[in-house]
């Protein structure tokens, strides 16, 4: 006779324990797919970061030898394109411009027929770059592709054309997610996606690159029969018991494949870092040493200008001097090759005991005559107290010669040009200060000023103060930059015994 409530009451139950057990299988599966999709977009914005540092990469190396290439079509412009075209097929295109009144010329550079030229170009097609080294980025409507502009130096803006769709390659199609990447509103490109979702969970990236501000959007769609599947759903309605005894299982399952996901997708993004590490490195190194090879090279050529002079009027001791300061200059080059291979590879410093003055002396030696030919006063404070000190004698002497060049161009249109060079006793250690009366550092720029390929010269590379930087580093130094009237670098070193 009470038969029939109680069957009442446990349908009830069951109804009720049956939605119940439905609604939380739903919401962990939702839970378990959200879960999914941030590490999707983890690894996404991880290789996506990857490839638009390589484009600054390029843009940088392209930009140094568009630079060192006054005359175009050059064969120097069109040998590293190909190689960029053939490694990196997303890049689509390299051209320069070379802007005239009302107009431009582009060369367009990596096809294997070599360079094309094309004349009267618009200048609306370019954007409004004011600055050498100053970049920006476009969308190309209707193309799925964008391009990348940078102010070489006046009147040259070099472009790489990047297919978007190529930068999405390894988002595999899926119905169940969808990317769409996007640049200043306009979409570039956009994978997968469906029409038959019950829910959808979307997450949106934007990427930290200042050349290329590319907005990320990735969505993943449920439908029903993934919300509530039916493997798990008829156990769960069958009994409460089963139900419960499921979810366990299930949870667990899915807590260590997620588990695993994240072990894999973090050996791959160290992988990805790493190999993108070795890239940026082997591009600063190249640039490094031609920095760094420059100064030499430059003046063996004018000691041999002086030395073919002297030979054609007879003048022995003139030659006989142009050939010593060529080989000075020759070993010196040698030098910088072997520090910068020690360097490269690891090895610690030459560290040496020796006397602050002498390495003073002999690094203001090397920049004498340039400083002479320009007009400039040198203005050398030297205390007498001078100790010596551990340092490594080629590097120490670079860095003061970089320094003291740098002045130079920067009072080179003063009136009274002037560079002042300061060495004294400062607490445990020692302290050398190279100023001018120059127009100083730009406040904005002076935080930056030993950033790799930062630069505020027209021509410069921005790596002969970052490399400085290192270099004093590397002798337990510091190189500071302030303004005092002018600029004012200094060197820091201690005292102390070589390591």
Not at 237 to 251: C, D, E, F, P, T
Not at 325 to 343: F, S, T, V, W
Not at 451 to 465: R, V
Request: charged content about 20%; glycine content about 8%.
């Amino acid at each position: 006779m009470n038969e029939q409530p109680h069957l009442a009451m446990a349908t009830v139950i069951w109804v009720a324990a049956s939605a119940l057990s439905v609604l939380v299988l739903a919401a962990v599966e939702y839970r378990s797919g959200r879960q999914e999709l941030f590490e999707r977009a983890g690894s996404t914005e991880t290789l996506l970061a990857e490839k638009l540092a390589q484009h600054d990469a390029h843009l940088s190396a392209l930009g140094a030898i568009v630079r060192m290439s006054p005359a175009e079509p050059s064969p120097s412009i069109q040998g590293l394109s190909e190689n960029i075209l053939v490694r990196y097929p997303r890049i689509v295109e390299i051209a320069t411009f070379r802007l005239d009144a009302g107009a431009a010329r582009i060369f367009r550079y990596g096809k294997p027929a070599g360079a094309t030229e094309e004349s009267g170009r618009p200048l609306a097609e370019l954007p409004k770059l004011s600055n050498v080294g100053d970049i920006a980025s476009r969308a190309l409507p209707g193309e799925q592709a964008y391009d990348i502009f940078k102010l070489v130096e006046p009147g040259r803006v070099l472009r790489l054309r990047i297919d978007a769709n190529a930068l999405l390659d390894g988002e595999r199609a899926s119905r169940d997610y969808s990317t769409t990447l996007t640049l200043n509103d306009e979409t570039l490109a956009a994978h997968g996606g469906t029409e038959r979702a019950l829910l959808a969970a979307t997450t949106r990236i934007a990427m930290t690159s200042h050349t290329q501000p590319l907005q990320l959007e990735i969505s993943r769609y449920f439908g029903f029969g993934e919300l509530v599947p039916l493997r798990l759903a008829v156990p769960l309605i069958i009994g409460w018991a089963a139900v419960i005894w499921l979810v366990a299982s299930y949870r667990e399952t899915q807590a260590e494949r997620r588990r695993h996901e994240a072990r894999a997708a973090l050996l791959k993004q160290e992988a990805m870092l790493a190999h993108a590490g070795r890239v940026n490195a082997l591009g600063e190194m190249a640039s490094g040493i031609a920095h760094e090879l420059a100064q030499p090279v430059t003046a063996m050529l004018s000691q041999s200008q002086a030395a073919r002079r002297a030979l054609a009027i007879g003048r022995q001791d003139i030659l006989e001097k142009a050939l010593d300061a060529n080989i000075r200059e020759a070993k010196r080059a040698g030098d910088i090759l072997g520090r910068m291979r020690a360097y490269i590879s690891g090895a610690p410093a030459d560290i040496k005991m020796v006397p602050l003055d002498e390495a003073i002396t002999e690094a203001m030696r090397l920049v004498e005559a340039d400083i002479k030919a320009r007009a400039i006063s040198l203005n050398m404070v030297i205390f007498p107290d001078l100790p010596v000190v551990p340092i490594d004698v080629v590097s120490f002497q670079q860095v003061i010669h970089n320094l003291v060049r740098n002045a130079a161009d920067a009072v080179a249109r003063c009136p009274s040009p002037l560079i002042t060079l300061t060495a004294r006793r400062e607490g445990d250690g020692v302290a050398i200060e190279v100023a001018d009366n120059g127009p100083g550092i730009e406040t904005g720029s002076l935080h930056r000023i030993f950033e790799p390929f930062f630069t505020t010269k027209p021509d410069g590379m921005g790596l002969g103060l970052p490399l400085s930087s290192r270099l004093i580093e590397r002798m337990n130094g510091s190189l500071e930059a302030h303004n005092n009237g002018g600029a004012t670098f200094v060197i820091r070193l201690p005292l102390g015994e070589p390591a």
